[in-house]
């Protein structure tokens, strides 16, 4: 019974809301053609920058073309949910498509870019050569693995949709084989799992995984000791989450020290096999599993670009994000460098929105030939979370942990998906996950 | 402002009916591992049957094993839905371990059978042999080619969320490189979709296909003609849904039209390769996908255990559902051919789950060493929908179409999802879907 009144609740409730929606979705279905004659803006990567350039350029006397590889936007700070089996990856991903609906001016190809022919004006794909008239290359970032071969081919990374599927299959079937694994040693490796990098990444997911193996799966293998499982989490400074203050990231250490991840701060892994993860100091940790968060660099397509490289492999702009050559290319978000205040700009997706914001009002004035802006970078606040009911968040000089900053850091991610739809089912999951001490999507696919 | 009414609504909803769940919810949590000197039963497959035997089994005095080479549930019949971008794959699967929490004396282990030694009481698979007192072979079906080698390479097969997610990915695949195809009969080849099999399958996902195109793609893509685009839906009888009233079977035929489908009856898929399919009386299609939903045949256990096999390759059990020569082994669903009232009992899930209650009643007869039951079928109805308002519904005299039969429809199909988290998913996506005439999981995944 009580499962029908939820029901019903629910439903009502969306038909209820729906009905008023649907006028405003509707109004958005009339797509005409992109008009001719006007410039064209070609905007490659459909990450944060990318397409609040495209949205931006709205209604403005251009004709605008989005590429990127996949035909969805992916809300990259919630991958890690999806890597500990917290959310299906259709919760965070977005047509792109679905998105420009709202802009009768742009349209969408997927193609993936080989190489950016700056004279020319022209992009090579794999589906055939783009012309441009202005270009805005938000191609974003990758893991970076600083040329350790070992690593690169045996580690897991956590970048993408497809990166953070793999990861969650391969979490799983660990769990699989230790509970058929009769010999100690081998079942310890396959219970143990090391996390490079004490970044957001890395702590958030190191968080999220001890959760689901100390409040979910200890359920689901009964026949397994779980205190056997380790989760190690590995920062070469000394501390984690460096950008934060050091009050806070005493607080994130505490929490997470708390749900049972072993932190050494100050310790470097050096390599990795089929049985170990060795670090600097000598120390070997028996594990099949590497989790890669400790750096991120521009995508391959800052090199193909020819200019000048900043830290992380990074394009260097100019303050109006453009090209010091090439006034009509635009570089954006992770794949741009550029200095405020002393120091780079984060590879953060706040600063690749104010920047996509700041990339669309530039072409509209250099359509209309007026200067150009600078870009100024406004510090939204950090924010990490380490699990239920715990979180740390900093703004200026507010500093919150605990409960209140972790409700803070759910409404936010909420809010920033693209999509009521995504929104919805991602609120399903965690109200589900929190009030049931559960993991819904842990299955394994594509074995 | 509207859409945060919704979200406290649904919040309020959850929080308010979930505490009380959890109470229920939590009593399973106590999961002692399964006593020893108990006859040890092993049920091979998670599907509809082996699961049903595995929950029934629960407090028996038996050491149940299930086996299945997933470690989640799978809802069949909504796999159409996968496949035309209405659903994510989570939403219709479920792990296995988490439905056995209510049974103390079940375990799980992810394997693939390889052989069954009837002899030797022995499972030979993929993670070791396995001994048995007690078999339940529930391994149920796959797709049938007929032995047409062609088709079974080329067309897209719809039994498991893999062949569902492949067939979603390509079909958007098409969509995406047709908007980009300046030669006109290449673009209405990869916007041509040949359905072959007339069946629920066969009906449904042409139906849902149709309106994915007709509802949501024609939006995406304002520069394609979507007036090109073909669904047809071949069968190789006199009419569909050949189960069903031949009033119920016009209903289909005339909504399928309605909704844009060309249906052809009495007509056969010979043969396809890169370009076309064509069909026994000579026709071609010029066409990049054929979907073959025109036969199931019983998986290649049945064969390995050299015992009389039925029609579809099914295992002949007596009515009792045993092996003629081995009393300790049962055969169920899909995988097992029975007769009653003069027909082969049909493939569906309905036979499988009350077959499953059978083979768990005598096994605890078995045990307790009394007579065995025999099954009976008790038929619960035919349906199946075609799309929006439309579907038909058959149970004996009773026949239902229209509006009324697809609230039924939906209703059946949600109650029978196994976990309360999928339902709701579900139900989400089907109140966004139908309200914004919307399909909110058109991504290609793993391009």
Known sequence: MQIRRIVSLLLGGLIAGGTALVMRERRRDTNAPALRGWPRVVVVGGGFGGLRVAQKLAGAPADVLLIDRHNYHCFQPLLYQVATAALEPE?????????????PNARFRMAAVQRVCLEERKLLTDEGPIDYDYLVLAAGSTTNYFGNQPIAERSFGLKNLDEAVALRNH?????????????????????????????????????????????????????????????????????????????????????????GVEVRVNA?????????????????????????????????????????????????????????????????GDLAYLEDKGGALPMIAPVAIQ?????????????????????????????????????????????????????????????????????????????????????????????
């Open 355 to 447: 920047q996509g914001n700041l990339v669309a009002e530039n072409i509209r004035r250099l359509i209309a030939g007026q200067p150009l802006a600078r870009f100024s970078y406004r510090d939204p606040g950090k924010m990490a979370t380490v699990g239920r009911n715990a979180a740390v968040f900093e703004y200026g000089r507010l500093r919150l942990r605990g409960f209140l900053a972790w409700v803070m850091w759910l409404t936010v991610h909420l809010m920033q998906l693209v999509g009521f739809r995504n929104r919805l089912v991602v609120l399903v999951n965690w109200a589900w996950d929190y009030l049931f001490f559960d993991r819904a999507v842990r299955l394994i696919s594509q074995r």
């Open 268 to 332: 470097q892994v050096k390599d990795v096999d089929a049985e170990a993860v060795y670090l600097a100091d000598g120390t070997v940790i028996r594990t099949n599993t590497l989790v890669w968060a400790a750096g991120v660099r521009a995508t391959d397509i800052a090199k193909e670009l020819g200019t000048p490289l900043g830290k992380g492999g990074r394009v260097r702009v100019e303050p109006t994000l453009q090209l010091a050559d090439h006034p009509e290319v635009f570089v954006i």
């Open 91 to 103: 919760a965070i991903a977005y047509p792109i498509r679905r998105i420009l609906r709202g802009s």
């Open 171 to 259: 979490i799983l079937e660990c769990f699989e084989r230790a509970s058929a694994e009769p010999d100690e040693a081998r079942r310890a490796a396959l219970l143990t799992f090391v996390v490079a990098g004490g970044g957001p990444t890395g702590v958030e997911f190191a968080g999220a995984l001890a959760e689901l193996i100390r409040l979910v799966l200890v359920h689901d293998y009964p026949g397994l000791d779980l205190k056997e499982a380790r989760v190690l989490l590995i920062e070469g400074g000394p501390a984690l989450l460096a950008a934060m203050a050091p009050s806070l990231q005493k607080e994130a250490q505490r929490a997470l020290l708390q749900k």
